[in-house]
């Protein structure tokens, strides 16, 4: 059959293109692409072409499918699988697989595996590690941004604390603790401040930083802090540029008490070194952060490590479980990953904007296989309302829900080009 997906030839070589998909085989299941949200590790692999780590030789004239947080429609199922996946089922997918030592991955190793695609091929080790999962939710695009939710989700779980009885470690935030989040109006923070709310380790404040007054804007928009507060839980953003000594403002949140949990989300030398700073008795501090510099370093109280148990520990990634976890939590309504999305786009929007993706502002860019539509930011809607109509009704669907994408907006873009 014939299939669309932007395909990777090398070094910003990105191209969208229609190929014959071959006939699956009985352990392949063939899927229809629905959303794809695109990954600051794509701009990464689009940049480093051949050389990327999990990037075959053969990209020149075997090129890749590029995408990895893709969610779909399964159309068709070999014969080993019959029995687990019916076609018409919704999936997502954990694209970290880890098949007998080998680094290969959906949207950056297989010729038919990717989620910039209208079809795709998922292969058999995707199944016996049971990595494509299926998923009830409302909507496809909290399924694609489920990937980078069990990213934050694991980093709550790799967390940790001591006590001075035994070695046990208790996993997780600390319940009834003070979360600091530096730099934390990103996407990314975003939802880690949506699932810091609903977390089972319920703390007692969450203290969200950013040094941009708009972005700040934005995030009290998308998880205002009533809406912590009706689950008993303190919210606080703070711009740290308003302060003439930030690190002094943010130990007076705390109450002197200090944090015992502190997340970094910007792999800034001040930013991580004031974290470490404001740890609180056997206070974890995640360097949650992926600097592009393998030389990246910060300095660290040994002192207070020794003597107050203060730990630093960093996580990339999330498993499995924690992928489950995000797309059971968000067909539930528990967290809501649209915090992170700032724009949408169709399929011919992906080359372009993965190429381009450090440059252009705000969070995650959504984008949809099914047809076309240029690469548009969600606060662009209203003037171009006004002389189209589906972006008239777009604006007001996404008004009505504090400015954040919604099952009903991708409802009306999937009527508006007839896809089923």
């Known amino acids: 059959m014939k299939a669309k997906a932007v395909r990777m030839y090398g070094e910003m070589d990105l191209r969208l293109e229609e190929f014959e998909l071959p006939e699956i085989k009985e352990d392949e299941i063939l899927v229809k692409v629905m959303s794809d949200s695109i990954c600051m590790s794509t701009y990464k692999l689009a940049k480093q072409g051949k050389k990327h780590k999990r990037a075959p030789q053969d990209i020149d004239v075997h090129p890749i499918i590029v995408g990895h947080e893709f969610s779909g429609d399964i159309v068709q199922v070999g014969d080993k699988w019959k029995e687990q996946f019916k076609p018409g089922e919704k999936f997502a997918l954990q694209p970290a697989l880890n098949y007998k030592g080998s680094l290969d991955s959906p949207g950056y190793s297989y010729r038919y595996c990717g989620g910039a695609s209208t079809y795709c091929i998922i292969p058999h080790e995707v199944m016996e590690l049971g990595c494509l999962l299926k998923y009830d939710g409302d909507s496809y695009f909290k399924a694609s941004l489920g990937e980078p939710m069990s990213c934050i989700i694991g980093g709550y779980h790799a967390n940790y604390h001591t006590n001075k009885q035994n070695y046990d470690h208790a996993m997780g935030t600390k319940e009834d603790g003070n979360i600091l989040i530096m730099g934390g109006c990103g996407p990314m923070g975003l939802g880690a401040v949506s699932y810091g709310l609903c ?133 539930k309504h528990e967290i809501n990953p649209a915090v992170m999305v700032t724009h949408v786009g169709g399929i011919n929007a992906v080359a372009d904007a993965t190429c381009h993706l450090p440059e252009i502002p705000g969070g995650k860019k959504l984008t949809y296989m099914q047809f076309d539509m240029p690469l548009t930011a969600l606060t662009d809607f209203e003037e171009l309302g006004k002389t189209d109509p589906l972006f008239a009704k777009l604006d007001a669907c996404v008004k009505a829900n504090r400015g954040l994408w919604n099952a009903e907006a991708e409802k009306i873009l999937f009527e508006h080009f007839g896809v089923k």
């Open 199 to 331: 977390f089972e380790n319920k703390p007692k404040r969450i203290v969200v930083t950013d040094i941009s007054e708009e972005k700040i804007a934005r995030a009290k928009e998308c998880i205002p802090e009533s809406e912590a507060a009706e689950k008993g839980i303190e919210l606080i953003y703070v711009n740290t540029s308003a302060y003439d000594d930030p690190e002094a403002e943010l130990m007076k949140i705390s109450e002197g008490h200090g944090y015992d949990d502190v997340f970094v989300y910007v792999p800034f030398k001040p930013v991580a070194e004031m974290g470490d700073r404001l740890l609180a008795f056997d206070g974890c501090m995640n360097f949650f952060a992926g600097p592009t510099d393998n030389q990246f370093k910060a300095e660290i109280n040994l002192y207070n490590c020794h003597y107050t148990s203060t730990h630093i520990m960093g996580t990339t990634g999330g498993n499995t479980a924690d992928l489950i976890e995000a797309i059971d939590r968000a067909a």
